[in-house]
């Protein structure tokens, strides 16, 4: 069967209601807002130059309600202050009211003051940067302008000054001697340039433990002597007289050999067996038999041994 058209214009009980509920709701929403007054938006777009206006005039006190307004607008508002005029000045010396001048704020003159009282001093027109507080552009446009007065120096300091300086240029150096290397002792080897406490009781033991120096240039094998240093003492240096301590290689140990700075335990231990198996050594020259003992080896060894 065909639907009419008119059909669809044909509603139930239940759907009329619901229309009529509906027509209501929009009545209602269309003319409640003709009941409440309209709100009125601040536009700061259109109020800035205003607000501009009233900061930079001394027209109003803080107290009155033109300004507790802006306050609320003032973190959002760019205000630009003023520069300031510039003149020549001294940073050591600039009092507050000069600052204001020059279109410093109040809380950074604050701190240039008290880096004054507390002892600080502007050596260079740069010392302007150190400051906190300090845009760079007001750095920037100060830094041609400060004129740092040289400071002068209190007297005492001078005097201390001039104390030191006569003392380095007036104190006598003492003449270096000839140094005798196997009878000297620490104090004696301290005078050399270069030789400090340390150094000198290092060249003190290391003679005793060799059993004396046959040889000026042992001197340079003291552990932590460089040899720029040896070099700079070498024409200081003696060996006339030769009181060396001798090891008998017929009769010493292994332990005691081996306690010589030249020789080693492997040397030590091979001369004593060598020894052992083929008999007392007729003369230093022997130990050559050894198969450790170099020539550079002898040639160190050989003033400090015998046979009998």
């Not at 005078?191 to 406490?197: A, D, E, F, N, S």
């Not at 198969?291 to 015998?306: F, G, H, S, V």
Request: proline share 5%.
């Amino acid at each position: 069967m065909a639907v009419k058209w008119k059909d669809y214009f044909i509603f139930t009980k239940k759907e009329r209601t619901g229309i009529f509920v509906l027509f209501v709701l929009l009545i209602i929403l269309y003319v409640t807002p003709s009941f409440f007054p309209e709100k009125k938006i601040f536009s700061l777009e259109n109020s800035d130059d205003s607000l501009r206006a009233l900061v930079r005039s001394h027209e109003y006190s803080s107290d009155s309600p033109v300004e507790k307004n802006y306050s609320n607008y003032s973190n959002k508002i760019p205000v630009k202050r003023s520069s300031g005029s510039v003149f020549p000045f001294d940073p050591n010396t600039l009092n507050a009211e000069g600052w204001q001048q020059l279109g410093i704020r109040e809380r950074t003159i604050s701190t240039i003051l008290k880096y004054r009282t507390k002892g600080g001093v502007f050596r260079h027109p740069d010392d302007l940067k150190k400051i906190f507080g300090l845009s760079r552009s007001d750095v920037t446009r100060l830094l041609p302008f400060v004129r740092i007065k040289q400071q002068e120096v209190p007297i005492e300091e001078k005097k201390k000054a001039w104390f030191k300086k006569e003392t380095k240029v007036d104190r006598p150096v003492p003449e270096i001697e000839l140094l005798e290397i196997n009878n000297a002792d620490s104090a004696t080897w301290e005078k050399l340039p270069l030789i400090g406490p340390r150094l000198a009781i290092r060249i003190v033991h290391f003679r005793e433990k060799l059993g004396g120096f046959y040889s000026t240039s042992q001197v340079a094998e003291t552990f932590g002597l460089h040899d720029s240093v040896f070099r700079s003492i070498q024409s200081h240096l003696v060996c006339s007289e030769r009181n060396l301590r001798h090891i008998n290689i017929n009769t010493v140990d292994a332990n005691t050999l081996a306690a010589h700075p030249y020789v080693s335990w492997q040397v030590a231990n091979a001369l004593v067996q060598y020894r052992t198996r083929h008999g007392l050594y007729n003369n230093v020259a022997a130990i050559r038999q050894v198969q450790l003992i170099t020539n550079d080896l002898y040639a160190k060894l050989e003033p400090y041994l015998i046979t009998e």
